[in-house]
């Protein structure tokens, strides 16, 4: 059923049709009776999948990644789907459209997206104001990251804005400097910048009564050099662990014709080509590191398959993005039996 739904939603814009689905999907859980077939049919309730990490318990491992709920507009119905956790953002201090309009594309003959949104989303301010809205009892987390037109050296700034602004409304916080679709951010992943950053953050977080997890988000184009580096970062900053990956700007194996690829242009990809990719980086980390900090896995992420092999690579946590839109919310419930079928240590 959902395969020809998503046949017919992909005839039109892809940006359109992920507002379209989402608008959709609150009526829909508004009409009386709804939301507990709902439930029902996408989620799994058993104690066994929970996990407690970063002092917080997560219902099952299974959590939707940054970029689809941009500026928490959607989380508590999303929160019905069967999610374990959710993530919202990438937040920037200041409201800002992003890129260019058309700016998300599907490349169907791969499964995968390429995006160059560019931190489109409405501020701190709008943000808090759909936390406050809150009705779910889910992780809710918090991606943030710097505003397109503040330069490199005052990066830190804008980021510690969105951990105050955000901090009373969020569970954990993220740290986005693994975007290629913000000019130049991509650079605040070097050791001294990042370093500079998560250290700041960490003491602005010692300061609070009841400080909250700060982890970071890497891209899967970093070489083996910048991953220890990223090991010996997380180790003296102190922060609490890694999300890896994010998109990535290779093109290599793709399926999709070369001529389709230079008319969409520059951005992130994300899906099945990223699989094998982001599968390494946690193994790399986890193996390297000796387990020092826990890592969330996300990337190419389309049945539970690979969501099992992330997870025995190392990984504590899953998230998924691009495999949501492409399997749908039933792939969350079938990742979530496997996990319980094969009783897979969390």
């Keep these: 059923m959902y395969k020809l739904i998503r046949s017919c939603l992909f005839l039109f814009d892809a940006e359109k049709v992920h507002y379209f689905t989402m608008g959709s999907l609150r009526f829909l859980l508004k009409i009386p009776g709804v939301k507990p077939i709902w439930r029902k049919y996408f989620r799994v309730e058993n104690e066994k999948l929970g996990v407690d990490l970063f002092g917080l318990h997560f219902e099952n491992p299974v959590g939707l990644a940054a970029g689809f709920d941009k500026n928490a507009a959607y989380f508590n119905e999303l929160s019905h789907c069967g999610f374990g956790f959710i993530e919202i953002g990438t937040i920037t201090p200041k409201a800002q459209p992003g890129n260019d309009m058309p700016r998300l594309f599907r490349l169907k003959s791969d499964e995968a997206i390429i995006n160059r949104m560019g931190f489109n989303n409405g501020g701190i301010e709008e943000a808090v104001k759909n936390l406050k809205k809150r009705n779910t009892k889910l992780i809710i987390g918090g991606n943030i990251g710097k505003n397109k037109l503040t330069p490199n050296e005052d990066a830190y700034q804008d980021y510690a804005l969105c951990f105050e602004g955000l901090f009373d409304v969020v569970d954990y916080f993220v740290v986005n400097v693994s975007s290629p679709n913000t000019p130049n951010l991509r650079e605040l992943q070097d050791k001294e910048p990042l370093t500079r950053i ?3 953050l960490m003491a602005l977080n010692k300061k609070k009564s009841s400080p909250k997890p700060i982890l970071l988000k890497i891209a899967p184009d970093l070489s083996d050099d910048q991953l220890l580096d990223i090991i010996e970062i997380v180790k003296d900053s ?3 662990g890694v999300i890896a990956t994010n998109t990535t700007i290779n093109r290599e194996g793709l399926k999709a014709n070369s001529q389709l ?6 951005g992130g990809l ?3 080509p990223l699989t094998k990719r982001s599968t390494e980086v946690i193994r790399f980390l986890h193996e390297r590191s000796n387990g020092a900090f ?3 896995g996300v990337g190419g992420i389309h049945s539970p398959k690979d969501a099992i092999e992330k997870l025995e690579a190392g990984a504590k946590l899953i998230q998924l993005y691009t495999g949501f839109i492409y399997e749908g919310p039933r792939l969350i419930k079938q990742i979530n039996l496997k ?8």
């Design 294 to 296: 826990p890592i969330i």
């Design 198 to 200: 998560l250290s700041g």
């Design 238 to 240: 102190g922060i609490d």
């Design 270 to 272: 994300s899906g099945k």
């Design 261 to 266: 690829l230079e008319n969409i242009g520059a």
């Design 339 to 346: 996990i319980l079928a094969q009783k897979i240590k969390l």
